[in-house]
């Protein structure tokens, strides 16, 4: 698998600007994992910090369920990889994990992501509540929200790649 990023468009209108955005964020963090073994996606680079790239992947495929299923749509998903009795699950890996599983949750979560998207107009307001407030979101703030857990995150997998292999890039 090769990842293509793609720039978003300058001249593009704001809903195409959020999307590329997130998209190209979304391929950043999949191009910072592409061609390690599982071992070393599963590998915390700084301990006593369990943050890994595969525990990212897994973190992001729960963000993504949350903001834009439970969130926006209204749904209770619930999670994939956390519990009550494990709030931080999905960095919590073990030999079993696999990054074909991990992949391939992440980007289910990615399209059902943008099926509902689909259905909501920039200004529309959530059905669903974040833990964090009653108050509902637009779909405009959930896009900078995701462009910015992506961007802060992609940030940890450039220096977990690094350490992973010594390869560095933008």
């Given at each position: ?13 704001e ?24 071992a ?131």
């Open positions: 698998m090769t990842t293509q990023r793609a720039e978003p468009a300058q001249n593009a209108d809903r195409t600007m959020l999307e590329g955005w997130l998209d190209y964020h979304r391929q950043t963090l999949a191009w910072k994992c592409e061609g390690l073994t599982d070393q996606l599963r590998t915390a680079a700084v301990p006593p910090s369990e943050l890994s790239l595969m525990g990212l992947v897994r973190h992001m495929a729960e963000v993504e369920r949350g903001w834009f299923r439970k969130v926006l749509a209204g749904d209770e998903p619930g999670p994939i990889y956390y519990s009550e009795d494990d709030p931080d699950g999905e960095f919590h890996l073990t030999e079993e994990d696999t990054w074909e599983e991990a992949y391939a949750t992440w980007q289910a979560e990615i399209e059902a992501a943008r099926r509902h998207a689909a259905e909501f107009a920039l200004d529309d307001l959530s059905k669903g509540r974040s833990r964090l407030t009653e108050e509902p979101f637009s779909l405009r703030w959930i896009y900078t929200h995701m462009i910015e857990e992506y961007a802060r995150h992609n940030g940890h997998a450039d220096l977990l790649r690094e350490r992973a292999d010594g390869a560095t890039g933008e």
